[in-house]
């Protein structure tokens, strides 16, 4: 609050008037109190002659300067706290917007997902249907029986996935059957196509089986065993490999079977016939994995005792050198099919299947993809 000459001396006439005996005209009396009578021979301020000068009490004055201080301060508390109020609310409402674009980007991100997850299903979905994805009634002891039995009464029999109850065994297994390639009835041990299926497992996997059926899988030493291993049948061995320029080449045996677990499951093998060479017997005896049992890295049979030579170097374990891969290792030799690649080295590979004998220009295939697929060739009803 301002305080100008002409407020002071009103303020000053309003006191005098107040003051009991006072009888004098109060202009008059405003400036008697206000003006001090000059000193002899003094003359008046400003050098105007009979103007006098108004003066304020000092308490008055102090009174009107804390008066005047204490309305400033009460202004500037009004504007700190009006100001407070309106910075927390600006605050508030940026948050909340904040907020807001927050839920809505996480909302987005759900939806994304879930566009991805339904994604995801319709692809699984549309691979499986490709095939019979549904298990159809077990129509026989493997494909070949199934396709046998089926042959008389339906035009053409699909490839899929079918339930099969091998001769004298206690339980029936579903198996991927092929119908469709080279007059059909082949049962599918193994495939590797996308390298999604990781294929680096211990014993138990490789004894029991891995994988999806109508993708990468490895059915099962136990199964294949019991496949095989019937009585009056005989089993051949069929190998199609893949290169990653489409170069399609294989590997055929026509006599294939596998002693029990008590054995390590080794395996035997027929006449080979094929394109790619005979990768399982190699170039020399020391190469031969023909008869040799199943090897993983916590079964070790690859008769490394105590060091299998490879190239210029040593090394303790197949499965170890293979990546923890299992297979019927001999002193590591020239095939596995089930190899998976050092990631380190290999970051550009999804899988690396070798076969050291399928060969352009004195240099191994690289393998894209491969089946391995048996099928009975001498029944007996």
Known sequence: ????????????LLVSSAIPGNHLNQSETANEELSDPPAKDQKPPGGVKGQDTCFIPCDITAKLLRDEKHSICGQLQQSLLAFGRSTRKLMRDVMEEQQRA?????SQVTELMSKVQTLSSEVQ?????????????????????????LMSVVPKIPSGIYIIHPEDTDS???????MDYMEGGWTVMQRRTDGLNDFRRPWADYVGGFGHLAGEHWLGLKKVFNIVNQKDARFQLHI????????????????FRLDDETQFFRIHLGRYAGSAGDAFRGY??????DTAPFSTSDVDNDGCNPFCPLGNSTVESCSLQHNHTGWWFNQCGLANLNASPEMEQNRDRRTYILWDTWRRSGVPHTIKSVTMKIRRIDTNS
């Open 1 to 12: 609050m301002m305080w100008t000459t002409a407020t002071l001396l009103q303020f000053s």
């Open 102 to 106: 927050l839920d809505v980007l996480s």
């Open 125 to 149: 979905r549309s691979n499986s249907e490709m095939y019979s994805i549904k298990p159809v009634q077990s129509h026989g002891r493997d494909c070949s029986d199934i396709k046998n039995s």
């Open 172 to 178: 029936s297994f579903e198996v991927f059957c092929e």
């Open 240 to 255: 199609v490999l893949v290169s990653h320029d489409d170069i399609t080449s294989y590997a055929s045996y026509d006599d």
């Open 284 to 289: 020399d005896q020391d190469q031969n994995q």
